[in-house]
């Protein structure tokens, strides 16, 4: 029996399995994964050194702590297969987008032990953000076991299921927007005459130190963004624009289409 299994062992998925080595809450041997590429197992178990195979059934059955990790438009598949292997006792954690924990108890028995979670892509690199809701049957301990994992790679929040769609547009995807956001400015940068590599070294770290100041100084973005506008200056000269050009409706509108779309996935399949 191992500690846990990771069906599907893509990005996210090794995010999880790096920030759990990294912690020590489990060795590599306490670890096995899934994936139909051969390629993709080969790169897995070099990079972790856990075991790994392509058969899913054999990972639901031998983890405790079961890790979905793949697709929305292959976990049908994946349900069939292991359906009949998932133990009363094994406690079963999703990623799978649009996935709700209707859809695993239709699929899986209403009385499963699941948790949903919707980590992002900056858990790649440590700065993860996680949002997290349950089943009825899954205790606060258990909560907390995986709460602990998704400290090892970023935050972690309990929110009720019904802001998922939300926790989608502005956790889940909103990495997008701000690389687009952030490659405009370095284009404007090198517009200006900067080299695009020293352009991205800035930008990087004007967005990361607002990041962080933000979050640390637990001020309003607005009294921030006021903090560096002087009278008369160039910053408040270029808010002027954005503002003309409508910047915060075009986010608010792109925002609030991701959750349409998520909306839409999840009573696809409720």
Same mark, same amino acid.
């Given at each position: 029996?191992?500690?846990?299994?990771?069906?599907?062992?893509?990005?996210? +998925?090794?995010?999880?399995?790096?920030?759990?080595?990294?912690?020590?809450?489990?060795?590599?041997?306490?670890?096995?994964?899934s994936?139909?590429?051969?390629?993709?197992?080969?790169?897995?178990?070099?990079?972790?050194? $856990?075991?790994?195979?392509?058969?899913n059934?054999?990972?639901?059955?031998?983890?405790? *702590?079961?890790?979905?990790?793949?697709?929305?438009?292959?976990?049908?598949?994946? *349900?069939?297969? *292991?359906?009949?292997? $998932?133990?009363?006792?094994?406690?079963?954690?999703?990623?799978?987008?649009?996935?709700?924990?209707?859809?695993?108890?239709?699929?899986?028995?209403?009385?499963?032990?699941?948790?949903?979670?919707?980590?992002?892509?900056?858990?790649?690199?440590?700065?993860?953000?996680?949002?997290?809701?349950?089943?009825?049957?899954?205790?606060?301990?258990?909560?907390?076991? $995986?709460?602990?994992?998704?400290?090892?790679?970023?935050?972690?929040?309990?929110?009720?299921?019904?802001?998922?769609?939300?926790?989608?547009?502005v956790?889940?995807?909103?990495?997008?927007?701000?690389?687009?956001?952030?490659?405009?400015?370095?284009?404007? +940068?090198?517009?200006?005459?900067?080299?695009?590599?020293?352009?991205?070294?800035?930008?990087?770290?004007?967005?990361?130190?607002?990041a962080?100041?933000?979050?640390?100084?637990?001020?309003?973005?607005?009294?921030?963004?006021?903090?560096v506008?002087?009278?008369?200056?160039?910053?408040?000269?270029?808010?002027?624009?954005?503002?003309?050009?409508?910047?915060r409706?075009?986010?608010?509108?792109?925002?609030?289409?991701?959750?349409?779309?998520?909306?839409?996935?999840?009573?696809?399949?409720?």
């Amino acid at each position: 029996m191992k500690e846990y299994g990771f069906i599907g062992v893509g990005n996210m +998925a090794g995010a999880m399995i790096g920030g759990i080595l990294r912690s020590r809450k489990a060795e590599p041997s306490q670890i096995i994964g899934s994936c139909r590429s051969p390629k993709s197992r080969d790169k897995a178990q070099a990079l972790y050194q $856990i075991g790994m195979t392509g058969d899913n059934r054999e990972v639901a059955k031998e983890a405790k *702590i079961l890790f979905l990790c793949v697709k929305p438009q292959f976990l049908d598949g994946v *349900i069939g297969e *292991i359906r009949e292997v $998932i133990r009363p006792d094994q406690l079963i954690v999703s990623i799978v987008a649009g996935r709700s924990v209707s859809y695993f108890q239709k699929e899986l028995g209403s009385g499963i032990r699941l948790i949903r979670l919707m980590p992002n892509t900056p858990a790649l690199v440590g700065e993860g953000m996680t949002a997290a809701c349950a089943s009825e049957s899954v205790s606060e301990e258990e909560m907390q076991t $995986i709460a602990d994992l998704c400290g090892t790679f970023g935050r972690f929040e309990a929110v009720p299921e019904r802001l998922f769609d939300v926790v989608t547009a502005v956790s889940g995807s909103s990495p997008a927007y701000v690389f687009m956001m952030m490659e405009a400015m370095a284009d404007a +940068a090198v517009l200006g005459g900067m080299p695009r590599a020293q352009a991205y070294q800035f930008v990087g770290q004007a967005v990361l130190g607002s990041a962080k100041m933000m979050l640390e100084t637990g001020k309003h973005p607005g009294e921030l963004k006021d903090m560096v506008c002087s009278p008369a200056g160039t910053t408040i000269e270029a808010v002027r624009v954005l503002e003309e050009r409508g910047l915060r409706s075009s986010i608010m509108e792109g925002t609030r289409a991701c959750m349409e779309k998520s909306a839409a996935m999840n009573a696809s399949k409720s």
